[in-house]
């Protein structure tokens, strides 16, 4: 039983545009959100997090939405550039206990 | 600062044999987190040190997985006897005193 579901296993945008990468999530006690980025041979990076009391994050290029009534965050990168081409994972945790459950990755292919 | 460090990154072995992974987290990071990444899906949580205390070890087949935390900074993770369908990357994380986990590079495990 998946907790966590990234609907898309991958997804191609050309470098430029936006990329739009989702995450929905069953259990309303998870209260923290992150995103990993994961390139091939290397382990996950932390990449950008959001926590339940916020609805939106911001770093640079990329910007994390929450829709608590929904279960469900996306992360948005732009623009997309062919550095970004790696699969990314969101996780999510319920605060106090930093036990993190992963969804199972989009792999994102920015196209020159 | 330097990172996560596992070793060895590569590990084949046969079915019924033993096996051992070592990872030296971030100095100071109370918080080292086992994980199993099978191909094609997201880490999956095996066991959570806090210092030299396991947290949740709830996801460990304890029947063939050990893991051990020494003083409370480098960790083992030993599989007894291995099957098939261990097969799969084993990522250690650290954590300090935020949410962000900082992965090492994994040792991709091939049993045969």
């Known amino acids: 039983d998946q907790q966590v579901k990234q609907n898309s296993p991958s997804l191609s945008v050309q470098e430029g545009r936006i990329s739009i990468l989702n995450c929905d999530y069953t259990?309303?006690?998870?209260?923290?959100f992150l995103w990993y980025k994961k390139y091939p041979a290397e382990g996950p990076t932390f990449l950008i997090s959001?926590?339940?009391?916020?609805d939106k994050n911001e770093d640079g290029r990329f910007t994390v939405f929450l829709n608590k009534s929904a279960k469900h965050l996306s992360l948005h990168i732009v623009p997309s550039q062919p550095g970004d081409s790696a699969v990314y994972f969101c996780a999510v945790a319920t605060s106090g206990t930093y036990k993190y459950i992963f969804g199972t990755g989009t792999r994102l292919k920015v196209l020159a | 600062e330097a990172g996560v460090a596992q070793s060895p990154r590569y590990k084949i072995i046969e079915k019924r044999q033993s096996v051992a992974f070592w990872c030296n987290p971030i100095?100071?990071?109370?918080?080292l987190y086992w994980y199993q990444q099978i191909l094609g899906q997201g880490p999956k949580l095996l066991i959570q040190?806090?210092?030299?205390?396991?947290?949740?070890d709830s996801q460990l087949p304890k029947d063939r997985f050990s893991a051990e935390r020494l003083k409370g900074v480098d960790s083992t993770l030993k599989i007894q006897p291995a099957k098939l369908e261990d097969s799969a990357v084993y990522l250690c994380?650290?954590?300090?005193?935020?949410?962000?986990?900082?992965f090492g590079p994994g040792t991709r495990l091939t049993v045969t």
């Open positions: 959001i926590s339940s009391i916020k």
């Open positions: 994380a650290s954590r300090g005193l935020s949410y962000e986990q900082y």
């Open positions: 259990n309303s006690m998870f209260d923290y």
């Open positions: 100095s100071g990071h109370a918080t």
């Open positions: 040190f806090q210092n030299n205390g396991v947290v949740d």
